[in-house]
């Protein structure tokens, strides 16, 4: 079997709300509403938006709902299926997520939330038995230095432009480590950028993490043979 694909979502906008905001009136009705401490929910900026101000990097942060819509791809992939994909997400506050590839995120964004919150408190999810997430201190250049392989290729508006076709080849070539930004606004920091080998542009504006990674999920599929390129055996009726 070939080595599979690995994908890591960088700096990805998924925390915690941090302890200078944590008495703001937003944060905390949130919190009491579930039954929570403002510190054990994550941080989104559609219900902390006034309390965001005060927040260093805040235009990177406070949005979960990019690592959903993007892990659902991921995870829910053919590719991932046939076990040839590696997918881990690492946070804007220095945690590393490892997913087992049989996990089923939830669709249900509420639910996410609920097992994010889950996994960034404890370490882990489920609580008790074979962990099928798993979070980690960790800086990228930790992770990367733990994946090994070959080149790390960097996806974003700002890189060179490249088709999909060659790009999936030099993937798949090299056994790339590809990386996609997990945030709404932005560039990657200096220290992902040092890191990044290559940087390509799939199309010449900015589109959101689960777009870019779908289409390359389904390149990679064909070049991989796990989904038809073609299909000629199809016939109108």
């Known amino acids: 079997m070939e080595s599979p694909v690995t994908v890591i979502l960088a ?30 929910t994550l941080l989104d900026v559609s219900l902390h938006y006034d309390a965001m101000r005060r927040l260093r990097g805040r235009e990177k942060r406070g949005r979960p709902d990019i690592v959903h819509f993007t892990l659902l791809e991921l995870l829910s992939s053919p590719l991932n299926r046939s076990g040839r994909l590696r997918v881990y997400v690492h946070t804007i506050g220095g945690k590393v997520l490892y997913f087992d590839p049989s996990v089923r995120i939830p669709k249900n964004y509420n639910r996410f939330v609920g097992l994010m919150e889950q996994v960034l408190a404890l370490g882990r999810a489920p609580p008790t038995g074979k962990p099928l997430i798993r979070a980690e201190d960790k800086s990228f250049t930790r992770l990367l230095g733990e994946i090994g392989g070959g080149r790390i290729i960097g996806l974003s508006r700002r890189g060179r432009p490249i088709g999909l076709e060659r790009l999936a080849d030099m993937i798949l070539g090299e056994h790339g480590v590809v990386v996609v930004g997990g945030f709404p606004h932005g560039f990657f920091s200096k220290e992902v950028q040092e890191r ?3 940087l390509y542009s799939i199309y010449p504006e900015g589109l959101e993490a689960w777009i870019v990674v779908s289409r390359l999920l389904c390149m990679l599929e064909g070049r991989l043979g796990i989904l038809p390129e073609r299909n000629d055996t199809l016939k109108r009726t």
């Open 196 to 198: 990044l080998q290559e």
């Open 11 to 40: 700096e990805s906008s998924l925390e915690l709300v941090p302890p200078e905001i944590w008495g703001h009136p937003a944060v905390y009705r949130n919190a009491r509403r579930r039954g929570k401490k403002p510190g054990e």
